[in-house]
């Protein structure tokens, strides 16, 4: 007598949900506040108040995206932090490696900066314009979010759907590049660091990003 066949876990459905968050909620993020703005240029001109309307609907979107996946995580998928790997690892550790990769990151991108005589693009000058609290938003958001979203949850969900190791590293990559590349390119930056990597402990490839967003994704970096 044939044994009986062993069937694959089903993926949970809220597991496809929070891909998709994860992959795609930057960029409609982003598609929605430019429904109702013009581009970062034209904004500048406007004044201070419709660019920092403009900068807080979209961290606060991005945010929105942020809780959206956590919540599908703990009430959806019923899995904890540990799962894209956060709190496994001691916090000095953390530490020690997140200023590294921050000093790491700021110098290659100041390197780059002063070789290709880097003045400044649009989102440097929106940058300037923009009150102190939501600078460090912005500053933030770009790292929690990013190596939330392309490194830890999208890396661990794609292996668990079968994908290699490699491959789970590389899928989320193009998707990162593309909003970057719609984003960051179009405003003058073109600063490189770490973007998303090829399997936890293994090289990154670099894609353009601000560099003053290095210290927030290094030190979230080093805790997944």
């Avoid at 994860?22 to 409609?28: N, Q, S, Y």
């Avoid at 490194?151 to 661990?156: E, F, M």
């Avoid at 405003?187 to 090829?198: D, E, H, K, R, Y």
Wanted: hydrophobic share 50%.
């Amino acid at each position: 007598m044939n044994p009986p066949l062993e069937i694959a876990p089903k993926t949970p459905v809220f597991t496809w949900i929070g891909l998709f968050v994860a992959l795609f909620g930057i960029l409609l993020a982003r598609w929605f506040v430019g429904l109702f703005f013009p581009p970062l240029s034209v904004t500048i001109a406007a004044g201070e108040e419709a660019l920092t309307t403009r900068f807080a609907l979209g961290e606060s979107l991005i945010w929105l995206c942020v809780i959206t996946l956590l919540l599908l995580m703990r009430f959806g998928e019923r899995r904890t932090l540990r799962s894209i790997h956060l709190g496994t690892t001691p916090i000095g550790k953390s530490v020690l490696w997140g200023i590294i990769i921050a000093l790491l990151c700021a110098v290659v991108g100041a390197v780059v900066g002063s070789l290709m005589h880097f003045q400044g693009g649009e989102l440097v000058k929106a940058l300037w314009k923009l009150p102190l609290w939501l600078v460090l938003v912005v500053v933030l958001t770009a790292g929690v979010a990013e190596e939330l979203f392309y490194r830890g949850y999208a890396i661990d969900r794609l292996q668990q759907l079968g994908l290699s190791r490699y491959l789970s590293g590389v899928m989320p990559v193009p998707v990162c590049g593309f909003s970057r590349a719609t984003h960051a390119l179009p405003n003058g930056l073109i600063q490189p660091s770490p973007c998303a990597t090829l399997g936890r402990g293994t090289p990154s490839p670099m894609c353009p990003l601000p560099s003053w967003s290095s210290p927030a994704h290094g030190f979230y970096g080093a805790a997944v």
